[in-house]
């Protein structure tokens, strides 16, 4: 499809397919401690998004700027909707599980990064570079490894070692930084001025935000041509909520569905800036401190325009403690077999807590967005397994389950 980039914080548009990053007018103009400005979107030829509105055959792909080559290369969905029905009968809602946590490196990341290897292989580009905290990383070094592109990561060396094992493993190269995920940001923006191809980076490459509302498509086929009334959306800098709301701003353009689902912003109480933001109207940066490293984020990247989705859909934020968030997780496998990474159950800790303001027929989505085989770390100390007994028959009966 035609499209154009748009600026949402000053208007700036461009209608030429050339790589855009940040805003040329506003970008970077932000003040010092508040949320980056000039995120683009992109924006469709209205005549080319409405013929989809009769397609039978409607695919996710018919909703991307740039056609996925090989899809069977690296599958990126459709992933499972689970109803869990132990977890509906406790809470008497109609609530759905979207497991995004299936995708094949074990994150919702999956979804940006398959259409920004698609990107460079538009422009004849094979370098990548990006900073992440693991999930991002993990997710370009799987998909550069299936599309034969070179994958340069930064990454805080405080990274969960799980994730960047992965990468490592996925034939990137990983670059820890002795500092932030911010000094990674910087140093992986300095390399592509450096030495070219694309980069990556969340909600800098507006490709990202675009291709994590593959996942609102995928939905909205998956639940027979219609959307959920709300959808649970974890969060940290802020792009996967603005990736949920386009895949639904543009079913609405599209004449597929008549308004867009409620989205609830899920945040740590340790990493609120978003929500904070929401409530203030004052889009300041946080000291983040979450156990949930995936939406730990002091300065998210992707905040204005997170805050703006929250309120065009009528939505709101829900913050949670870490305790909650780590209880949730665990409450989750038990009652679903569902193990999902704490910034997931971030997601699920915010349901919980809002079950009593929903009606019961509300159809209610949660979007989980990571494996919890990503960060075992988090249970030592929590868990412990349960001691060896004799082999000997007369064991079985000191069992009292």
Known sequence: ???????????????????????????????????????????????DIRKLRN?????????????????????????????????????????????????????????????????????????????????AGAAMSAIGAAYGLDIILFVPYTAPANKLMQSVLYGAHVVPVKGTYDDAFALSLEYTKEKGGINRNTAYNPMTIEGKKACSIELFLQLGRKAPDTVYVPTGDGCILGGIYKGFYDLVQAGLIEKLPRLVCCQSSCSDAIAKAFETGEYTNVKATTIADSISVSSPANGRMAVRAIRESGGWATVVTDDEILASQRELAALSGLFVEPASAAAYAAFIKDSGRMDKDEEVTVLLTGTGFKDMAVFDGKITLPSAIENDKAEIRKLTF
């Open 1 to 47: 499809m035609r499209f154009r980039y748009k600026c949402h914080d000053c208007g700036w548009e461009s209608e030429s397919d050339r790589i855009e990053y940040l805003c040329p007018v506003c970008g970077g103009s932000e003040k010092e401690g508040e949320f980056r400005k000039g995120i683009l979107s992109v924006i469709y030829d209205e005549d």
């Open 55 to 135: 397609k039978k055959d409607l695919s996710v792909y018919d909703f991307l700027p740039y056609s996925i080559e090989n899809p069977a290369w690296f599958p990126c969905g459709p992933t499972s909707v689970v109803q869990s029905r132990r977890i509906r009968e406790k809470y008497g809602r109609k609530v759905s599980f979207k497991m995004d946590s299936q995708l094949l490196s074990g994150s919702f990341k999956d979804r940006a990064s398959l259409l920004v290897a698609n990107q460079a292989l538009h422009f004849n580009e094979n370098r990548i570079a990006l900073a992440s905290t693991g999930n």
